[in-house]
C-alpha cells in the first residue's frame, strides 16, 4: 500500500537556526498536507498543497510540493520556542479516496533557547 | 477547535470490557475519521465515514467497531478491549470542498489494563 515516509524522526536546533523536514511517498499524491501537533496536543492543519512544484509560505514557515507530486518539505527560518513539536505530512491513502489520509511518522522538534 | 468535541478524555478500562469512545462535530462536516496513535507507529487510521450510514475499515480496524446514524456522531467502540488498544484516539472531520484538510478532536487517552 501506500506509504508516507518522513525523515528526519527527530530535530534539535538551538533557537535562531533553520530546520527542515523531508516526507517521500511511494507514490504520486493528488495532494499532501501538513499538521503540527504541540506536546501532549492534538495534530492542527496548517496548509494543503495541490500543483506540481508548489511553494506556499507562512510567515516564517515555507512548504514545498515536488515537481513529480512524491515529495513534500518543510522548511522554518529562524526557530523560536513555539515551534516546538511534532510535524507530520499526509497524503491520500491507497484506497483512492483524497479524504483519507496516510500520514508519516512525524519530525520531532525540539528548540533548545 | 470547539467544533469538535471527544468524550472522555481519559479513560482506563478492564481487558474484556466495552468500551464506547464519542465524537462529535458541530459543523456538519461530511467526512469523519478515527486514527489512534501510538509511540513508533504514528498515526493510523481506524475507520472512516464518508456521510450518515456510510462507514469503511482504515488500516487497523481489527476489534473496533463504528456507526453514523447521525451526520455530527461518530462513536467508536472496542468491543472486548486488549491491552494492545491502549492508545490515544483522535477523532477528525472533513469538509466537501476542495480543502481537505482534517480539524482533529482532542483525543482520548485509554488506558486497557
Known amino acids: 500500500g501506500q506509504q508516507v515516509m518522513q525523515i528526519p524522526q527527530y530535530q534539535h536546533v538551538q533557537e535562531g537556526e533553520d530546520f527542515t523536514t523531508y516526507c517521500n511517498s511511494s507514490t504520486t499524491l493528488s495532494n499532501i498536507q501538513w499538521y503540527k501537533q504541540r506536546p501532549g496536543g492534538h495534530p492542527v492543519f496548517l496548509i494543503q498543497l495541490v500543483k506540481s512544484g508548489e511553494v506556499k509560505k507562512q510567515k516564517r514557515l515555507t512548504f514545498q510540493f515536488g515537481e513529480a507530486k512524491k515529495n513534500s518539505s518543510l522548511h522554518i527560518t529562524a526557530t523560536q520556542t513555539t515551534d516546538v513539536g511534532t510535524y507530520f505530512c499526509?497524503?491520500?491513502?491507497?484506497?483512492?479516496?483524497?479524504?483519507?489520509?496516510?500520514f508519516g511518522s512525524g519530525t520531532q522538534l525540539t528548540v533548545l533557547p | 477547535d470547539a467544533g469538535i468535541t471527544q468524550s472522555p478524555r481519559y479513560k482506563i478500562t478492564e481487558t474484556g470490557r466495552q468500551v464506547t469512545l464519542m465524537c462529535h462535530q458541530t459543523?456538519?462536516?461530511?467526512?469523519m475519521f478515527w486514527y489512534r496513535q501510538d509511540l513508533g507507529h504514528g498515526l493510523r487510521l481506524i475507520y472512516y465515514s464518508a456521510a450518515a450510514d456510510i462507514t469503511d475499515k482504515g488500516e487497523v480496524p481489527d476489534g473496533y467497531v463504528v456507526s453514523r446514524s447521525k451526520t455530527e456522531n461518530f462513536p467508536l467502540t472496542l468491543e472486548s478491549a486488549t491491552r494492545s488498544q491502549t492508545s490515544v484516539y483522535f477523532c477528525?472531520?472533513?469538509?466537501?470542498?476542495?480543502?481537505?484538510?482534517?480539524?482533529f478532536g482532542s483525543g482520548t487517552r485509554l488506558t486497557v489494563v
Open positions: 477528525a472531520s472533513s469538509g466537501q470542498g476542495l480543502n481537505y484538510g482534517y480539524t
Open positions: 499526509a497524503g491520500p491513502g491507497s484506497s483512492g479516496s483524497a479524504r483519507q489520509l496516510t
Open positions: 459543523w456538519s462536516h461530511s467526512y
